[in-house]
């Protein structure tokens, strides 16, 4: 594919442009056609698949498959045929798998492997930089490996399988990489003097570390500086040489005379010490490498010269103490020097000394081997008297008791057994060291006498135990698999003794728990909680303070509290069957408390008494007709008139509570039936007329006494009622209404002064037409009265008293009473009888004879009863007696009785029998107990044993029997009781092991001995006098004149008497306020209730007091004749309750008719103070009243309107013929409170509907003669429902007289539509809201009823009475009582006051005592809160602390030589302080630390000297360990990063030569895991400028400067010199480090920013007031810690405009006063253009235009 090439020529030829544009659409085609070859290369075609489908097999495990979908595919992602792609490649659609089932979940599980280092996100992130200064630190992932492993063995599984359950765990999290944390050092000490008096010497400062370096900070610098110094010129040769001492080498024995001989070295020359050959450097390195040795190298030859000092004594300082050992002898081993494994220098010689003095040893040991000889005899001979007498002893009990004694004497022996004493000699190395550290000969070094060599030593034992004895038993004997367990133990009996510094003993007893197996032991005891009784409920308790029923107690009921005693007894026990007896009635015995586990029961609860219901009676019914007493009997004539009401609610204790049901009056001519009236039929005239008189015929039917229907046979002796004579108007005659209905009867009864009655009347309806008709009669005859209820008011009625006392009835087998005492569940026993009282009463009399009332209705006198049982009282057996205490208890009063006791389960009833009075026993404890204990007792010292002769020889002035030498002392151990004890038990029990050696002296001839010191003599008083001690010279002494030398050995002391002043001070503040005890008052009851309890009133509040000595000591407050204390009166207020008002009445309900609220209310009289029991929630408006609402429902017939008849008429138009015409009718209307007997009072109009008033006034048309005359209309009718104005109501109306001829009557029938809400209504029930919970009066709390009310609504919302909706049949399907619980408000109850706790401090100013209260009974609703203070504190009585404490560390001595090994000492004193820690402790004598054990801080292994080294001159070392750093967190800006906390200590090098320092050690430096810590920050800080630096230092947040720990990236500098320097005139280096120029120069920069040069600026000078000069200001900055420089001839101020910064680039104003410029240019020119701009010719506006500025004023109303 190419191009022709005429092709291409003949595109050369055309023109240039035309010819890169087809040269450019050339080669774009060409790299098309590339890139197409280049896809077309990639296969058109490719296999694609789905994820795979679920694991589906028949069985669980690796037998299953899963199957996806695999289909062919085009590269541009459409689907194709399979055969498009290539087969051979073609993807498995179906693999096996393993199928998870819900069993795997047990078998596999996630395995998660440790997290990763952190790695940075920055270096898996390529291109991302890390930041060049580090805070808080890196964020970094850190990843770990997650894998699903079978549980059993860990083997590796399929994830999907653990995937199948739970998701995978994340596999990365993020971390942080903490920042690096260099070094941080204090600072550098002061110089210390020089290390030479003369010559070049070195003086040294040092620092210590503050923090280690941390995460790959930088290692700390330099702990040490150095710096030569010269004091001056040395006069005379500088000593360079100084005598050194090694360390004292192993304990050695002496070698038996054989073995000296055997090992006689052949003889040397008399050199003293080793020749080097070696070159100086060699010598001095060695010499370094030995000294190390000596001081770190050889440890157990420290640890023998640690010595354990227990004893109260102080040291001199050439005595040393050892530990235990022993005198036996044992061959030694040779001492091997350190540096080697050939003896030392020093050890060569002693023993080439040992063979030299061999001969002239056994010339002076002659007479010594003789004096043992005689001294062996005779010990033989008082050995023989020994066993002769014990032969004596016939006794062979008292023989072995005597030789057990003297057994356990030799044990105890050292020497004996368990002791292995063995004294020894050490030997120590003296050399002589130049001061480049090389070993020369000991020539060199002048000195008088040489270190001695040798001392006595003990020979160490290690500590040697025997094998582990058997387990002992299980101290648990019994079998309880979910009980504590036991322990068993098992010991070693130590057979070795570790002795001089051998290795201590192992534990020597083991413990591990044990439980024995089931079946091996009998099941262990198990205990558990028992209860009493629950005592009566009682409901005074939760009464508050002015309840008034606090009084009367017997009627409360509702909510109360009842309480029962807790206490353990032993399970599985059967308690006693229940007999008669009071012994065998007894519960399980009480054991103690503790042995009960779990919670133990509530020891209150609430409770409920119910209340008793009220008995409530409807009113009275209407009186009855008179009738027979008995219908049955009517042979007597007596008859009663009844009246009657029912029972609405029962009683709960039955109807004999309710008032008499049945009232009665005496009659006459009674009737068990009686015909009534229904109604009278129309008047019909007689004579077949159609008007005038007639007669109408009643319609009655037969009723009996209580007016129910009855047949009308039943009537066949009543008189039947006759027709009534009536009259039926003609047209011309009068026309009269018929009789209203009779009224209601006037009285209930009559009697003198009162007679009831009853009216009716009737009104003229149309007068009589003149002389034709009948006239109409009078007024008076209009109405019409009768008498009624003409009975006289004589009421009787039976009366009840109240049911007596259930008795038991003989009359009834004792059969029947099993039978009731089986059904009565053991509640009751037998049946029995009860009786009361019937009488008969009349009414406002009293008491009548029985005859007056009807005997048919006389009560019940007698009814049977249920006796419940007796119960008799059950108390529990005596618990066990309390123990006694033992005699060595510490703190408190030991007590010297012990008690008993046992509870009432069960309290009498029923007549049973009573408990016992006596509930507690008490005795005097027996013999008391006695502790055990163990304490060493120290036998005497033995003769001191001095080193080995042979040892000793050699040494200069060494004497044989004279000189230092170890002693030993037996040690025993003791019961308290002076019993004797095994020595392990002191060993576990006691105080540490008295030393068993210690140093000792035997004078030689020459050496003054004395007397030990006597006691001080006594003083005659206080401040007064002197005190003396004396002792004296004893034996030869006495005539040496050198120990008469009173200085050297004075013979008394002198001391002042003590001066004892004291003086007493209070300290601390007052206690709590504490009530005596004894005056919490229990209440009438006997029963403790917070708040009836005195727990208030006056107490008595202490202050502790201290007692100091003339030298501000504390001592014991007994000195200042002080009890300890100062006590203050004070008051507990007692809390007073919330106080309200008594519950006003209720208000009368809201409304008249149907549903209301009804409303009481309480008071606000006084608020709760000091923790009183709290007020309800008061009225959010009114904070001062609590309301009470209830629902009420008003009878909506309770008040009627009762009209009177209508008046006559009063005819407007009066025709006086015709007596008719238009006329009004009016008539009273009175609001009656309506009863059963009718309206009996008027009350207020308001009270009735005035919807429902009727009428007083009607205007009507009176008819005329021969008019028609209606009757007034009927009551309309009701209207079908529901209402729908489709249907009418209508109402009819009768004609009393027909009309005249062609007359005719009006319509006598009207109808009208029903109208909704009008005259037609839907009636339904509603449901008022619940009430309050409502009590009864009697209770506080507990059960209630709340009710709602039900109301007949009609649909225009109008309440309407309930016989609305009754008369419709609704359902009423609300249950309107329901039961509820008030809350009741428990008063916080708590315990007694526990007993003083012991003092929170043994010593000191701050010692208190608490008591505690706990909370009994939690406090509910509104009861009496707890009160916060639950604890109660008050001093203890001041006492001195005491304690042992060490003094500061002697310097170190090498003991006869200038360096080397030496010792340093400190001894222990008793120090006594207050305990606060503010006051320093002073040191007293040491009698007053007698009780207190010896032991520092804690530490009971006293060590007052411990081994040290001296270093050399020249020598260079290291110094001792620096204390511990506090401990340290790393933190951020305060914020703990969590990387823990650490501390750190170091040594520092200390040189003393020049020559030296390339040999010194390293420094070294110690860290550690803390726990705590805190933080710090670290800050620079800087210091003013002084000319071109400043100091610079990094400060730690508390303060201390340090170095290190500030980022060195963020250092200010601390030097601005300018680089190059400022050269040119005028210029200087500012404080950025670059050139500028002085002031009134203006620097001129080069292009690369330098300075260039400094011009002039002009100035411009502005005259002050004080002065003529200019004030000049400087752009340049000005130090203010710098004096200005006055300039000569420029006085006062000038400023210099200079744009230019002291780094030469414009300065901010420059900017300003540019771009101020550019804008007043442009504004010019504008001005200008607009100036010279030509004005446009005016246009003609048009209307609209005229109307622009109206349309603009447009508000947006469109009508405008």
Not at 619 to 648: H, M, V
Not at 735 to 759: I, M, R, V, Y
């Amino acid at each position: 594919m190419g191009l022709p090439g005429g092709a291409l020529l003949g595109i050369l030829k055309q023109p240039p442009c035309l010819f890169i544009w087809k040269l450019s659409l050339l080669f774009l085609s060409v790299w098309a056609l590339d890139a197409q070859t280049t896809v077309e290369t990639k296969p058109l075609y490719i296999w694609q698949t789905g994820p795979w489908g679920r694991c589906m097999g028949s069985e669980c495990g690796p037998g299953g498959s899963q199957s996806r979908a695999v289909w062919c595919a085009h590269s541009e992602g459409w689907t194709t045929l399979h055969t498009n792609c290539d087969q051979t490649e073609r993807p498995d659609n179906q693999q096996s798998c393993f199928r998870v089932c819900d069993w795997h979940k047990d078998l596999y599980e996630w395995q998660l492997g440790a997290w990763n280092q952190c790695v940075p996100v920055m270096m898996r992130s390529a291109g991302v930089q890390r930041p060049t200064v580090c805070t808080r630190g890196e964020e970094g992932i850190q990843t770990r490996e997650v894998g699903c492993v079978q549980k059993a063995d860990g083997e590796p599984a399929e994830d999907a399988i653990c995937e199948y359950f739970e998701p995978r765990p994340r596999q990365e999290q993020a971390c942080l990489i903490p920042c690096p944390r260099d070094c941080v050092v204090s600072e550098f000490s002061p110089w210390t003097l020089c290390s030479k008096t003369c010559g070049i010497g070195l003086r040294n400062r040092i620092r210590f570390v503050l923090a280690p370096p941390l995460f790959g900070g930088s290692a700390c610098p330099n702990l040490t500086e150095f710096q030569t110094c010269q004091p001056g010129l040395c006069e005379g040769e500088e000593n360079l040489y100084s005598l050194r001492v090694g360390p004292w080498g192993s304990c050695s024995v002496p070698l038996p005379r054989q073995a000296r001989h055997a090992e006689k070295p052949p003889r040397e020359s008399n050199k003293r010490s080793r020749e080097s050959d070696k070159p100086a450097k060699e010598g001095s390195k060695q010499s370094r490498d030995s000294d190390t040795a000596s001081k770190g190298g050889d440890k157990q030859a420290r640890e023998d010269n640690k010595q354990s000092i227990r004893g109260k004594k102080k040291m001199r300082d050439d005595e040393k103490q050892y530990q235990e050992k022993d005198t036996k002898s044992t061959v030694g081993e040779e001492k091997v020097s350190k540096n080697g494994n050939k003896p030392s220098s020093g050890n060569r010689k002693l023993i080439r000394g040992n063979g030299k003095q061999d001969k002239a040893f056994r010339q002076t040991d002659r007479p010594r081997r003789q004096k043992k000889v005689k001294n062996k005899a005779k010990k033989e001979k008082i050995r023989g008297k020994v066993k002769g007498r014990l032969r004596e002893v016939k006794d062979p009990e008292t023989r072995e008791l005597i030789k057990k004694k003297r057994n356990k004497n030799r044990q105890n022996r050292p020497g004996g057994k368990s002791w292995d004493l063995q004294v020894g000699y050490q030997t120590r190395e003296v050399t002589c060291v130049h001061k480049s550290g090389n070993i020369e000969a000991l020539s060199l070094c002048s000195q008088e006498t040489l270190p001695v060599t040798y001392q006595a030593c003990v020979i160490p034992r290690d500590c040697d135990v025997t094998e582990w004895s058997e387990w002992s038993a299980c101290s648990k004997q019994c079998h309880d698999p979910n009980g504590a367990k036991g322990e068993r133990t098992r010991r070693k009996e130590v057979s070795q003794f570790p002795i001089g510094g051998g290795a201590e003993c192992p534990e020597l007893e083991e413990k591990e728990p044990c439980s024995p197996q089931e079946g091996a032991a009998p099941p262990c005891t198990v205990y558990k909680w028992k209860t009493t009784e629950w005592t009566e409920c009682r409901v005074d308790m939760l009464l508050s303070q002015q309840d008034r029923r606090r009084g009367n107690l017997t009627g409360l009921c509702g909510g109360g509290i009842q309480t029962r005693e807790v206490y353990c007894v032993q399970a599985g026990v059967d308690a006693p069957p229940n007999l008669s007896s009071l012994r065998s009635r007894e519960g399980l015995r009480p054991v103690d408390s503790e042995l009960c586990l779990g919670v133990p029961p509530n020891t209150t609860q609430l409770c409920h008494i119910r209340c008793p219901v009220e008995c409530e009676v409807s009113l009275w019914s209407a009186w009855g007709p008179c009738t027979y007493e008995n219908c049955q009997d009517q042979t007597t004539k007596k008859g009663f008139k009844p009246r009657k009401r029912r029972i609405i609610n029962e009683p709960t204790d039955g109807t004999g509570n309710c008032p008499h049901l049945v009232e009665a009056i005496p009659c006459e001519e009674p009737s068990c039936f009686e015909w009534l009236v229904v109604k009278l039929e129309e008047c019909v005239p007689d004579n077949e007329k159609e008007c005038g008189p007639g007669i109408q015929i009643p319609q009655v039917q037969c009723i009996n006494s209580d007016g129910e229907k009855v047949e009308k046979q039943l009537c066949r002796d009543s008189i039947l009622p006759m027709p009534t004579i009536c009259e039926v108007p003609c047209p011309k005659d009068c026309a009269l209404s018929p009789w209203t209905p009779w009224s209601f009867c006037s009285h209930t009864c009559s009697g003198k002064n009162t007679e009831g009655k009853q009216t009716r009347v009737r009104s003229i309806l149309a007068h009589n037409a003149g002389e034709g008709g009948l006239q109409c009669p009078n007024v008076s005859a209009l109405q019409e009265v009768r008498n009624c209820n003409d009975h006289p008011c004589t009421v009787y009625h039976w009366q009840t008293g109240p049911w007596g006392q259930c008795i038991e009835d003989s009359s009834i087998p004792s059969t029947n009473a099993s039978v009731g005492r089986l059904r009565g569940d053991d509640v009751s026993c037998s049946v029995g009888m009860q009786t009361r009282k019937v009488i008969c009463v009349r009414v406002n009399v009293g008491q009548v004879p029985p005859k007056k009332c009807p005997e048919s209705l006389r009560p019940d006198t007698v009814r049977p009863c249920l006796l419940p049982c007796k119960r008799d009282c059950t108390v529990t057996p005596y618990s066990d007696w309390s123990p006694c205490p033992p005699t060595c208890q510490t703190g408190g009063k030991t007590k010297s009785k012990q008690y008993r006791k046992r509870m009432i389960i069960q309290v009498p009833a029923n007549g049973g029998q009573d408990c016992p009075e006596i509930l507690t026993q008490e005795r005097e404890c027996d013999a008391l107990s006695v502790c055990h204990g163990y304490r060493w007792k120290t036998h005497k010292w033995r003769r001191c044993q001095l080193v080995p002769w042979s040892v000793r020889q050699d040494t200069p002035g060494a004497q044989e029997t004279c000189g230092p030498g170890l002693q030993f002392r037996a040690v025993s151990c003791r019961k308290l009781d002076g019993g004797q004890a095994d020595v392990e038990a002191c060993l576990k029990l006691a105080t540490p092991m008295p030393p068993l050696t210690q140093l000792c002296h035997l004078p030689c001839q020459d050496d003054c001995q004395l007397s030990s010191w006597s006691k001080f003599s006594t003083c005659t008083a206080d401040c007064v006098g002197v005190r003396t001690r004396k002792r004296m010279l004893v034996g030869k002494s006495k005539k040496r004149d050198q120990c008469k030398n009173n200085q050297m050995y004075p013979l008394s002391e002198t001391q002042y008497c003590p001066c004892n002043k004291y003086n007493a001070q209070p300290v601390g503040n007052w206690s709590d306020c504490i009530l005596p005890e004894g005056s919490r008052m229990e209440s009438q009851l006997g029963m403790r209730v917070q708040g009836d309890i005195k727990e208030c009133g006056q107490g008595y509040r202490y202050q502790a007091m201290v007692c100091y000595d003339q030298d501000n000591r504390i001592v014991e407050t007994s000195r200042c004749n002080s009890h300890g204390y100062i006590e203050e009166a004070c008051i507990i207020p007692c809390p007073s309750d919330c106080k309200l008002s008594e519950w006003s009445n209720w208000s009368r309900c809201s409304k008249s008719c149907g549903s209301g609220v009804k409303v009481r209310s309480k008071w606000l009289r006084e608020k709760p103070y000091n923790g009183g029991r709290p007020c309800p929630k008061l009225d959010h408006v009114n904070q001062a009243q609590v309301y009470e609402v209830v629902p009420c429902v008003s009878d909506c017939g309770q008040y009627v309107w009762v009209a009177e008849p209508w008046s006559l008429w009063k005819v407007s138009s009066v025709d006086l013929k015709t007596n008719c015409g238009e006329g009004v009718q009016t008539r009273k209307i009175r609001c009656m409170l309506n009863t059963i007997d009718g309206p009996s009072e008027q009350v207020e109009d308001y009270l009735c509907d005035p919807e429902e008033m009727p009428l007083g006034a009607r205007n009507s048309r009176l008819p005329c003669p021969e008019d028609c005359v209606l009757s007034d209309w009927g009551s309309w009718s009701a209207c079908p429902l529901p209402c729908s104005e489709n249907s009418t109501r209508a109402r009819v109306a009768f004609p009393l007289r027909k009309p005249g001829k062609e007359k005719k009557c009006p319509p006598t029938k009207e109808t009208e539509p029903c109208k909704i809400n009008s005259n037609c209504f839907h009636y339904s029930y509603n449901i008022t809201d619940w009430s309050t919970c409502q009590l009864s009066d009697r209770a506080v709390c507990g059960y209630g009823i709340k009710t709602r009310m039900l109301d007949c609504v009609r649909s225009d919302g109008k309440s309407v009475d309930l016989s609305f909706c009754k008369e419709l049949g609704l359902e009423r399907k609300w249950q309107m009582n329901a039961s509820c619980v008030v809350e009741c408000p428990v008063n916080c109850q708590l315990s007694e006051w526990s007993t003083w706790s012991k003092c929170t401090h043994t010593c000191g100013l701050t010692g208190k005592l608490w008591r505690a209260q706990t909370i009994i009974q939690a406090p509910q609703g509104d009861g009496r809160p707890c009160p916060s203070q639950m604890k109660q504190w008050k001093p203890c009585s001041v006492k001195p602390c005491y304690s042992w404490r060490y003094s500061a560390w002697s310097e170190c001595q090498s003991e006869g030589a200038r360096c080397g090994e030496g010792v340093r000492f400190r001894n222990v004193s008793c120090f006594v302080s207050d305990g606060s820690g503010q006051q320093d402790s002073r040191v007293v004598d040491e009698e007053l630390c007698g009780d207190v054990d010896l032991s520092v801080n804690g530490d009971r292994q006293i060590i007052l000297q411990e081994p040290c080294s001296v270093p050399c001159p020249g020598e260079c070392y290291l110094t001792e360990w620096t204390v511990w750093s506090p401990c340290q967190l790393s933190c951020v800006s305060g914020d703990d990063l969590g990387f823990g906390s650490v501390q750190v200590r170091s040594r520092a090098v200390v040189a003393q030569d020049p020559e030296n320092l390339l040999e010194c050690p390293e420094q070294e430096l110690e860290a550690r895991p803390c726990t705590g810590g805190q933080c710090f920050e670290y800050k620079w800080r800087t210091g003013p400028w002084r000319g071109s630096s400043r100091h610079v230092w990094c400060e730690r947040s508390d303060g201390m400067n340090v170095t290190g720990g500030c980022l060195a990236a963020v250092k200010p500098m601390a030097d601005r010199s300018c680089d190059p320097p400022c050269i040119m005139p005028w210029s200087l280096c500012t404080e950025a480090g670059v050139c500028g120029c002085e002031e009134g120069y203006t620097e001129v920069m080069t292009s690369d920013g330098a300075l260039d040069q400094c011009t002039v600026i002009p100035v411009l000078e502005i005259p002050t007031a004080s002065d003529n000069k200019a004030d000049v200001k400087t752009i340049r900055a000005f130090n203010p810690l710098q004096p200005a420089a006055s300039t000569p001839g420029r006085a006062g101020r000038t400023w210099f405009l200079q744009p230019f910064g002291p780094d030469g680039t414009l300065k901010t104003w420059v900017y300003g006063v540019a771009a101020g410029v550019f804008v007043l240019l442009i504004f010019i020119i504008s001005m200008t253009y607009l100036a010279c701009k030509k004005p446009k010719k005016p246009q003609r506006r048009q209307m609209n235009n005229r109307l622009k500025p109206l349309t603009l004023a447009y508000d947006g109303d469109a009508d405008m």
